[in-house]
């Protein structure tokens, strides 16, 4: 799986584990909606500074939540 | 320390820990030089592409590269 992909699928699964929806998650980050959805589709060649806002309104920590991603196939 | 630095950071100390240059850094996870410097120097919103070559150029992991990050300050 590609890195874009397993960025995408890890957001998906920490967000669907604190059952908040995308809508939610985007607001929380700061970020459009749309483009929550892309990265969590994959499509986005996400900054690092946007994985950042998106770690923060996970309430998560970057070693928490690359923990295990490189198991990720 | 802003995101940006703290990659910068971590990059410049994994890069050392292994005893390589940024030149060699830089040509074996096919990135420019001079944008490898800026890297390191803070300077950029780097992209999780980038992130993914750099840490697949210092034999290391996801998991590795991030653990402990949240507590550089």
């Known amino acids: 799986m590609n890195i874009k992909s397993k960025i995408g699928q890890r957001i998906r699964a920490l967000r669907l584990q604190k059952g908040?929806?995308?809508?939610?998650?985007?607001?929380k980050a700061e970020l459009d909606r749309t483009y929550m959805t892309s990265v969590e589709?994959?499509?986005?060649?996400?900054?690092?500074?946007?994985?950042?806002?998106i770690i923060k309104a996970l309430e998560t920590t970057f070693e928490e939540f690359f923990k295990g991603f490189d198991l990720i196939v």
Do not use: P, W, Y
Not at 20 to 27: D, K
Not at 41 to 53: D, H, P
């Open 20 to 27: 908040i929806s995308q809508e939610q998650l985007a607001l």
């Open 41 to 53: 589709n994959g499509k986005r060649n996400i900054s690092i500074q946007n994985i950042e806002k």
